[in-house]
């Protein structure tokens, strides 16, 4: 299985915007951040294994792709199986990576919010 690019999401996120951090304690801001993204990816992976993808919680960018690609994207998703566990691995040029663990796959994935909360990118390939 290859990766899925949905768009390209992680220069859709300037790095020096995600790098900026005004708020002084950069590990409380970067738990808030990875909270936000993880809430956002588990409603997402839902949506998708249900069929019905968010497309209001993502950049008109991303969601232009997904509607492309959703005829061969959700059948894969869905026969991931049953989520199982969602792990944070870290940030990578300003997205955050999550190891999700399904009943049938493995898989890395990496979500990017943009300035107004929507998915501005997501990437998923198998773990490893």
């Known amino acids: 299985m290859k990766p899925i ?8 996120v300037p790095a020096a915007a995600m790098a900026q951090d005004n ?3 950069h590990a409380a801001h ?3 951040e990875a909270s ?3 809430t956002m990816l588990r409603t997402t992976i839902a949506a998708m294994q249900a069929g019905t993808p968010n497309y209001d919680d993502m950049g008109p960018e991303l ?3 997904v509607r492309a690609g959703e005829a061969s994207i959700t ?6 199986g049953a989520l199982q566990t969602l792990e944070h691995q870290g940030e990578v040029q300003g997205a955050q990576h999550y ?3 399904f009943e049938n796959a493995a898989t890395d994935w990496f979500i990017a919010l ?3 909360g929507k998915i501005a990118g997501l990437v998923f390939r198998p773990a490893g």
């Open 23 to 25: 708020h002084g304690d």
């Open 114 to 116: 943009g300035d107004d």
């Open 30 to 32: 970067a738990q808030t």
């Open 36 to 38: 936000a993204e993880e």
């Open 75 to 80: 059948p894969m998703i869905q026969g991931f």
């Open 63 to 65: 969601a232009e792709a």
């Open 5 to 12: 690019l949905f768009a390209a999401a992680l220069t859709l």
């Open 99 to 101: 190891r999700v663990t």
